[in-house]
Nanobody
Framework: QVQLVESGGGLVQPGGSLRLSCVAS????????VGWYRQTPGKQRELVAR???????NLADSVKGRFTISRDNVKNTVYLQMNSLKPEDTAVYYC????????????WGQGTQVTVSS
């Protein structure tokens, strides 16, 4: 079973950038589809980006043109590059693997807080 640890969050001003990292241990991340999700208080967790084993990517409409997901199988890490950040991007960001098509593992990590504010 793979374990994931998110990092890279912080406080940035609107228009700024952050790069989130998702580091895996216990198994090779190359065997998994990985997604980045975000959640704010009182709202459902939403998928913002996804990358397949073959490297194909999917982005939520709200982040297209601003966010990029990538993976480095040698470092066993998935990244989320976030540019042109907006206040509505404020959330706790999580990464997770897919157990089956489109369904994330029920085991979530601590996430990393992203706050976009002036």
């Amino acid at each position: 079973q793979v374990q994931l640890v998110e990092s890279g969050g912080g406080l940035v001003q609107p228009g700024g950038s952050l790069r989130l990292s998702c580091v895996a241990s216990g198994s090779s991340l190359s065997f998994y589809v990985v997604g980045w999700y975000r959640q704010t208080p009182g709202k459902q967790r939403e998928l913002v980006a996804r990358i397949t084993i073959g490297g194909s990517t999917n982005l939520a409409d709200s982040v297209k043109g601003r966010f990029t997901i990538s993976r480095d199988n040698v470092k066993n890490t998935v990244y989320l590059q976030m540019n042109s950040l907006k206040p509505e991007d404020t959330a706790v960001y999580y990464c997770n693997t897919e157990q089956t098509l489109g369904v994330p593992s029920p085991y979530w990590g601590q996430g990393t807080q992203v706050t976009v504010s002036s």
